[in-house]
């Protein structure tokens, strides 16, 4: 059974940084593509980062690029998010997700297989 449990959130003053991490658990980490979306009250989704398997290549939305980083540890089947910067248009639940398919790429991050129950993050200014 696959399960995704996201850690980290928290409440930061405009500037700051948080480091989100999600475990995963119950399937091959290695296998998956793995990625991040958030979602604020009276927002739609938005797919934040993206980490391919075996290359490790990543894909980010163009409101955070450059101030975020999503990488993993493989070894400890966890997936992370660091956010840097932080604006209060960053302030959402933030998921982690994660899919098999070998064709993710055409995905979007929340249409994912699995999901977990997500961390809050708020950004005060």
């Known amino acids: 059974q696959v399960q995704l449990q996201e850690s980290g959130g928290g409440s930061v003053q405009a500037g700051g940084s948080l480091r989100l991490s999600c475990a995963a658990s119950g399937y091959t980490y290695r296998l998956y593509c793995?990625?991040?979306?958030?979602?604020?009250?009276?927002?739609?989704?938005?797919?934040?980062?993206?980490?391919?398997?075996r290359s490790g290549s990543t894909v980010y939305t163009n409101s955070v690029k450059g101030r975020t980083t999503i990488s993993q540890d493989n070894a400890k089947s966890t997936l992370y998010l660091?956010?840097?910067?932080?604006?209060?248009?960053?302030?959402?639940m933030y998921y982690c997700a994660a899919d098999r398919r070998a064709d993710c790429g055409g995905v979007k991050v929340f249409d994912f297989e699995y999901r977990g129950q997500g961390t809050q993050v708020t950004v005060s200014s």
């Open 82 to 92: 660091q956010i840097n910067t932080l604006k209060p248009e960053d302030a959402a």
């Open 34 to 53: 793995m990625g991040w979306f958030r979602q604020a009250p009276g927002k739609e989704r938005e797919a934040v980062a993206r980490i391919y398997p």
